[in-house]
T-cell receptor
Framework: GAGVSQSPSNKVTEKGKDVELRCDPI?????LYWYRQRLGQGLEFLIY????????KSGLPSDRFSAERTGESVSTLTIQRTQQEDSAVYLC?????????????FGPGTRLTVL | DAKTTQPPSMDCAEGRAANLPCNHS???????VYWYRQIHSQGPQYIIH???NNETNEMASLIITEDRKSSTLILPHATLRDTAVYYC????????????FGEGTQLTVNP
């Protein structure tokens, strides 16, 4: 079957605009994760979902960031009033269940550039 | 989750074994060691993980010291396509599979 897909692959926006990033996990995967990677840096965890619930939102950088998941499937990461420091690659991953011994499968990412 | 320390960069000749070290001296008993890699402009790719026994799969071998304070990822016959950033991560059960990635090691395989 298909892997994790993300859209758009690239997004250029102006400072102050809102953006929505989409993630389609592998079918049947109940756990979904969002990460951010700034240029030249490691991955930064943002948020994860168990089903449609996000038990831990502490990784979100600010209240401009929000995420939702519906139907235990697609997830959307929304960034309001974008700032230049939001420029990064946003990666989504999914795993079969939310469990220590479960491999996470990553999507190709969305490259966000805020001008 | 325990912190890991990796060298920022390493070089390896094509066809030779690449041995990537990782220190995780504060690892606790229920933490696994995971290795991922990220080839330029792509998403991270899972390689291997283990708890205390050495592990081997089609991609690599993972050697964990007896005290579990360090580990080594071995790519037995490195190819140019193995050039990537390699991340060593430890994760405890309460964090589930929420993995926090550090800086990693940039492995460059030279022809």
């Amino acid at each position: 079957g298909a892997g994790v897909s993300q859209s758009p692959s690239n997004k250029v926006t102006e400072k102050g605009k809102d953006v929505e990033l989409r993630c389609d996990p592998i079918s049947g995967h109940t756990a979904l994760y969002w990460y951010r990677q700034r240029l030249g840096q490691g991955l930064e965890f943002l948020i994860y979902f168990q089903g449609n619930s996000a038990p831990d939102k502490s990784g979100l950088p600010s209240d401009r960031f929000s995420a939702e998941r519906t139907g235990e499937s697609v997830s959307t990461l929304t960034i309001q009033r974008t700032q230049q420091e939001d420029s990064a690659v946003y990666l989504c991953a999914s795993s079969l269940v939310y469990s220590l011994d479960n491999e996470q499968f990553f999507g190709p990412g969305t490259r966000l550039t805020v001008l | 989750d325990a912190k890991t320390t990796q060298p920022p960069s390493m070089d390896c000749a094509e066809g030779r074994a690449a041995n990537l070290p990782c220190n995780h001296s504060t690892i606790s008993g229920n933490e696994y060691v995971y290795w991922y890699r990220q080839i330029h402009s792509q998403g991270p790719q899972y390689i291997i993980h283990g708890l205390k026994n050495n592990e081997t799969n089609e991609m690599a071998s993972l050697i964990i010291t007896e005290d579990r304070k360090s580990s080594t990822l071995i790519l037995p016959h490195a190819t140019l396509r193995d050039t990537a950033v390699y991340y060593c991560i430890v994760s405890k059960e309460t964090s589930g599979s929420r993995l926090t990635f550090g800086e990693g090691t940039q492995l460059t395989v030279n022809p």
